[in-house]
């Protein structure tokens, strides 16, 4: 053991000790706890923000979803909507259409029953005229001589005397 | 209470080495050849020359400056006129003023004369300020404690120099340094000091790196390095005064209370207070001889172990010897950032003590 002129190093050491501590403080600690709050505190914001931005995220995702199933039943009720509306649609038109072929069936019975009226008319005429131009030319013929009118005459006249 | 019984086994420990060593000294006389407790002392105690190696013969020595207040003002010579003499015959003038060295002690050389100390007291030469001239000289641990100083400024203020231009994660000596620095910070201030942490810190990230740099100083066994300043009871009986002065100075109504007028029974006061008081002198007392006797033990476990080379003489032992000093080396720079951290950690606590509101 040997301690050797204390004052030297207590004096030393306390200069040495506080100009380190000055001069670090300064230019070391100040400036690296500093920087390492700074970041630290960057870090925990960087943090905060992204779980934030996950919560919205989630919330926006779940809108999403929301609003998907939403347009997914207007959809399928706007297809439903128009698959009844077409069914009913088809349904009336095949029932104007029945109706209007029924109608148009009736008018052309009609029309064909007053077409055949019209020609039994028409035939009944021209037989009737034909029938008279026949009878005509008959008698025409039968009457074409004396004799033959005498011969007329008498049947006739037999005839009725008979009556 | 643990500190008390921690710091009583080391004071017990520290006056055995010191009654050893003393013992030893008054033996060597008796042997001729290598002196181990001679080789020791040089390398653990303090000195006015940086011995670096010995070449031919003659030492190669950096002789450091010696300044001296005396009678005559500041004083100052290199340390070589003194032409390595410890025991008080080469006598050195300057300013008017004729001087001797004896065991590392400059005197007067006139009062040096008339003097009759005791020559084996450890403490009888150093304090005898009637015989001698104050020293501010710079030896060996004060050289020691400059490089360390110049090696502190150099690693924080490069380290601390890209913070400055972005805030990404550090790299290079700063990605090496916070990890150490954020150690300090978190186990060591915040849960001590809590919300006083962000006060002390400079204070203790200064004392962790300055004691660890040092320790490490004080392992590497070559020039600059070797001084041993942590193991030197002068410099942690300064750092343990600053402790001693932030506990005092820092400490609250709190603090003060419970030690001036603790919660016992009237009578009892004053007696607890003297011990409180008593305490408060204990804790830096610890923190002295702890660093002091951890960093002194494992110089000196190296030293002997080297040592054995020369005491048996043989290179046979040198195997041996190599395989303890290198464990012992290993376990010493465990040894020095573990002192360095308790040494940091304790003056924490007994801050944090002291500042500590009764909530806290």
């Known amino acids: 053991m040997n301690i050797t002129n204390p004052e030297s190093l207590l004096f030393w050491s306390v200069l040495t000790f506080v100009i380190l501590l000055i001069l670090l403080k300064k230019f070391a600690w100040k400036p690296i706890l500093g920087a390492v709050t700074a970041r630290e505190d960057s870090i925990n914001n960087a943090l905060e923000a992204a779980e934030k931005a996950k919560i919205e995220m989630a919330n926006l995702k779940a809108d999403n979803e929301k ?5 997914r039943a207007e959809r399928d009720q706007m297809l439903s909507e128009a698959k009844q509306l077409r069914e009913k649609m088809l349904t009336e038109a095949k029932e104007d259409a029945k109706l209007e072929a029924d109608k148009l069936i009736a008018s052309a019975q009609e029309a064909i029953r007053n077409e ?5 008319t028409e035939i009944r005429d021209q037989v009737a005229e034909l029938s008279l131009d026949i009878a005509e030319k008959v008698v025409k013929s039968e009457l074409s001589d004396k004799d033959k009118q005498m011969k ?9 005397k008979l009556n | 209470m643990k500190n008390q019984a921690n710091f009583r086994l080391l004071l017990t420990l520290v006056f055995g080495l010191m009654a050893m060593i003393g013992i030893a000294q008054n033996d060597k006389q008796e042997k001729e050849g290598f002196n181990p407790i001679e080789l020791i002392d040089s390398h653990v105690w303090d000195s006015h020359e940086f011995h670096i190696t010995d070449w031919k013969g003659s030492p190669v020595t950096l002789h450091l400056p010696i300044i001296l207040w005396t009678d005559n003002g500041l004083t100052v010579f290199s340390s070589s006129k003194f032409d390595h003499d ?4 080469v006598v050195v003038e300057a300013n008017g003023n004729k001087f001797v060295r004896y065991d590392e002690n400059i005197f007067y050389a006139d009062k040096f004369d008339q003097a009759d100390f005791d020559a084996t007291s450890v403490l009888a030469k150093p304090f005898k300020y009637e015989y001698r001239p104050l020293d501010f000289s710079i030896t060996k641990t004060v050289f020691s404690m400059l490089l360390s100083l110049v090696l502190l400024l150099i690693i924080f203020m490069s380290a601390a120099r890209p913070y400055k231009k972005n805030d ?3 790299r290079g000596l700063a990605g090496f340094m916070e990890p150490l620095i954020l150690f300090v910070r978190d186990d060591i201030a915040v849960p001590q000091l809590g919300s006083h942490a ?3 810190m400079p204070y203790l990230l200064t004392v962790f790196f300055f004691i660890w740099i040092n320790n490490i100083i004080g392992i590497i066994p070559f020039f600059p390095f070797g001084g041993n300043l942590t193991g030197n009871i002068i410099f942690t009986f300064t750092m343990a005064i600053i402790v001693y002065l932030l506990t005092t100075f820092n400490g609250n109504k709190h603090y003060w209370s419970h030690i001036l007028n603790p919660p016992v029974p009237l009578p009892l006061k004053p007696l ?4 409180e008081i008593i305490g408060t002198l204990t804790k830096p007392f610890a923190l002295m001889v702890r660093l002091f006797a951890n960093m002194t033990a494992g110089h000196i476990i190296i030293l002997s172990l080297s040592s054995l080379i020369f005491i048996f003489g043989s290179v046979a032992i040198a195997p041996v010897s190599i395989l303890f000093v290198l464990f012992m080396t290993v376990l010493k720079l465990l040894v020095a950032a573990l002192q360095a951290y308790i040494f940091t950690l304790l003056a924490a606590l007994f801050i944090g003590q002291a500042v500590a509101t009764s909530e806290e």
């Open chain 2, 86 to 89: 410890n025991s008080g015959k």
């Open chain 1, 152 to 160: 007329v005459i008498n049947n006739m006249l037999e005839g009725a």
């Open chain 2, 168 to 170: 990404k994660a550090p």
């Open chain 2, 198 to 200: 962000s006060r002390f």
């Open chain 1, 116 to 120: 055949k009226a019209a020609a039994m």
């Open chain 1, 67 to 71: 609003l998907l199933q939403e347009a």
């Open chain 2, 272 to 275: 607890l207070a003297l011990i």
